[in-house]
C-alpha cells in the first residue's frame, strides 16, 4: 500500500485542520493506520491511530479530546481532524500503514517501528 498526506498548513492558535492520508492498493482495507508527528532533532511520535475496522482507536495524550481520527475504507482514505490547534502541534504529519494486517486494537505499545508505507509528510505549522 501506497499513502500520501495532505491537508498542512499554518494556521492560527485555537484554530482546525483536517490532514488526509489517502491509500493506494487492495491491501488497505486489512491495515491499521498510524498518524506521527516529526520536529526536527526527534523522534517521530505516534499521535494517533485506527484500527483496520474503524472500531478501535488511539490518540497520544497530548491531542486527547482535541484530534479525531476516521476512516472511510470504501475512499481508500484515513483523517485526522485537528481542533484547538496549539504552538506545540507545530510539526511534519506523516501518516503510515500497520505492517501487521488485521490488527484488531491500536495502544500505546504501538510505535514507528510497526508501520511501513510512510507518506510524504504535510507541514502543520500553529502560530501563537
Known amino acids: 500500500v501506497q499513502l500520501q498526506a495532505s491537508g498542512g498548513g499554518l494556521v492560527q492558535a485555537g484554530g482546525s485542520l483536517r490532514l488526509s492520508c489517502v491509500a493506494s492498493?487492495?491491501?488497505?482495507?486489512?491495515?491499521?493506520i498510524g498518524w506521527f508527528r516529526q520536529v526536527p532533532g526527534k523522534e517521530r511520535v505516534l499521535v494517533a491511530a485506527i484500527s483496520w475496522s474503524g472500531g478501535n482507536t488511539f490518540y497520544e495524550d497530548s491531542v486527547k479530546s482535541r484530534f479525531t481520527i476516521s476512516r472511510e475504507n470504501a475512499e481508500n482514505t484515513v483523517y485526522l481532524q485537528m481542533t484547538n490547534l496549539k504552538p506545540e502541534d507545530t510539526a511534519v504529519y506523516f501518516c503510515?500503514?500497520?505492517?501487521?494486517?488485521?490488527?484488531?486494537?491500536?495502544?500505546?505499545?504501538?510505535?514507528?517501528?510497526?508501520?511501513?508505507?510512510w507518506g510524504q509528510g504535510t507541514l502543520v505549522t500553529v502560530s501563537s
Open positions: 492498493g487492495n491491501a488497505f482495507i486489512s491495515k491499521a
Open positions: 503510515a500503514a500497520d505492517q501487521r494486517p488485521w490488527r484488531m486494537r491500536v495502544d500505546s505499545n504501538l510505535n514507528s517501528g510497526d508501520f511501513s508505507s
